[in-house]
């Protein structure tokens, strides 16, 4: 157990929806990292929270967005959903701010856009 | 930009062998180089990391990687492998020194066999 907790485990939802994906960190922990795995991209960076602010930003879709609340909890919020946004999204906490921390990731929260 | 190339999307070895994944990276300065492994419907694990100390790397479970600038390889080693030890690995590479990005190879699945 790496102790970040993500929920839901899966998600089924329609195309065109709305949906949200939740992130515990490890306590202590104040950067948060949200990385999608697919098959056809593999595991791809989205966006990276420190103690609340925006730290680096990846290839995420306008039709994505994050944020890092006061108890350092995330949300990845996914709209107007489409097929192939069907993939694996992982949440990861560390401690600092850069790599040199190691990040713990957790078990992943599964999406099938149907 | 970094990248990594991991050569091989599957490697099939008999329990007790050597392990050999290969990864190059591209790195235009001296680079954070980690290795994850992937168990199936898991998160990823941290297995080792160079941070620009020592140039061979061990980490968990046995496995070790060597940091060859000239060759800009990071290939993980074990001397031999254990059933346990199929599952997904993946190299991957600090994007800078301010962030805790991560770019991630496309994996490699390592299949042990009896």
Known sequence: DSGVTQTPKH??????????????????????????????QGLQFLIQYY????????????????QQFPDLHSELNLSSLELGD??????????GVDSVTEAFFGQGTRLTVV | AQSVT??????????????????????????????YVQYPN??????????????????IN???????KSETSF?????????SDA???????SDNGNTGKLIFGQGTTLQVKP
Request: charged share 15%; glycine share 8%.
């Open chain 1, 11 to 40: 998600l089924i939802t329609a195309t065109g929806q709305r949906v949200t994906l939740r992130c515990s960190p490890r306590s202590g922990d104040l950067s948060v990292y949200w990385y999608q795995q697919s098959l056809d």
């Open chain 1, 51 to 66: 103690n609340g602010e925006e730290r680096a930003k990846g290839n995420i879709l306008e039709r994505f967005s994050a």
């Open chain 1, 86 to 95: 069907s993939a694996l999204y992982f949440c990861a906490s560390s401690v």
């Open chain 2, 6 to 35: 991991q050569l091989g999307s599957h490697v099939s070895v008999s329990e007790g062998a050597l392990v050999l994944l290969r990864c190059n990276y591209s790195s235009s300065v001296p680079p954070y180089l980690f290795w």
């Open chain 2, 42 to 59: 898991q998160g990823l694990q941290l297995l080792l990391k160079y941070t620009s100390a020592a140039t061979l790397v061990k980490g």
């Open chain 2, 62 to 68: 046995g496995f070790e990687a060597e940091f060859k």
């Open chain 2, 75 to 83: 290939h993980l080693t074990k001397p031999s492998a254990h059933m």
């Open chain 2, 87 to 93: 599952a997904e690995y993946f190299c991957a590479v």
